[in-house]
């Protein structure tokens, strides 16, 4: 699997668990039985769950940019170590970089610390830009579709569609901390990618009509399922109910 492509696939995951971790304490906070009683709104406690989110942000988007900041230092250790013992390290480091956001977003979104109230229309434009970043990442996946053959990384793309959407709907300090981190890497990495692209002369396949079709119709069908289903069931919030 691409780096790209986990990481994508980790910030639905990230979404799912921290969403799901925060709607139980905030159920178990109304019955009286939240474990953080008696902590509650403590500078100390909000600045650790902080430190957790932002630490975990640090080791799993740092090793999501050695291409970005080392690439010839990355080379140098896939020749040295191979690529089965790379991959065994990339793994474990971005393991636990991803446990650390989701324990320190789920902790953060217990005590929210709101800088601004998003308005109701940013929901509606969230969704739609969401629409869009499904689309684009179905693009990553189906071959020889026009979206991939123009824009080249849709995968991308959808990573900075998806945290530019959420920063537009929600206006809590650790949205912005996740979602602005999430979005200022995938910049970065889109800049680089197309920077390598122009040094190596990459040349991506025209796309078909028909494979193009199927892309955006498995995109909104992706998203339509994990809106008015998933998103519920999983999150227990529903952005259309």
């Not at 869009?132 to 020889?144: E, G, K, T």
């Not at 040349?203 to 892309?215: D, K, L, M, V």
Request: glycine residues 10%; positive net charge; aromatic residues 12%.
């Amino acid at each position: 699997m691409y780096a790209q492509e986990f990481t994508f696939a980790a910030l639905l995951c990230i979404s799912t668990a921290a969403f799901a971790q925060a709607g139980r304490a905030a159920h178990a906070s109304y019955n009286g039985a939240s474990p953080f009683e008696g902590t509650r709104r403590h500078p100390a406690v909000r600045a650790h769950t902080m430190t957790v989110l932002i630490l975990g942000l640090i080791i799993f988007l740092g090793a999501h940019s050695t291409r970005i900041v080392a690439d010839g230092w990355r080379t140098a250790q896939l020749k040295r170590l191979g690529l089965g013992a790379w991959k065994g390290i990339y793994s474990l480091v971005s393991l636990a970089g991803f446990g650390l956001i989701v324990w320190g977003f789920g902790l953060a979104r217990q005590e929210p610390v709101v800088l601004w109230v998003a308005p109701v229309a940013m929901r509606h434009v969230a969704a739609l830009l969401t629409l869009i970043a499904f689309v684009l990442l179905a693009a990553a996946y189906v071959p020889r579709n026009s979206i991939r053959s123009r824009l080249h990384h849709p995968m991308l793309l959808a990573v900075k569609t998806w945290a530019f959407a959420h920063l537009l709907a929600n206006g809590r300090l650790a949205d912005l901390v996740l979602f602005g981190a999430f979005l200022a890497w995938a910049i970065a990495c889109f800049a680089a990618a197309k920077k390598r692209d122009r040094a190596a002369g990459t040349q991506y396949p025209a796309g078909s009509g028909g494979a193009t079709a199927a892309t955006v119709l498995v995109g909104v069908a992706a998203w339509a399922l994990f809106a008015f289903w998933l998103h519920g069931v999983l999150i227990g919030v529903r952005p259309f109910g």
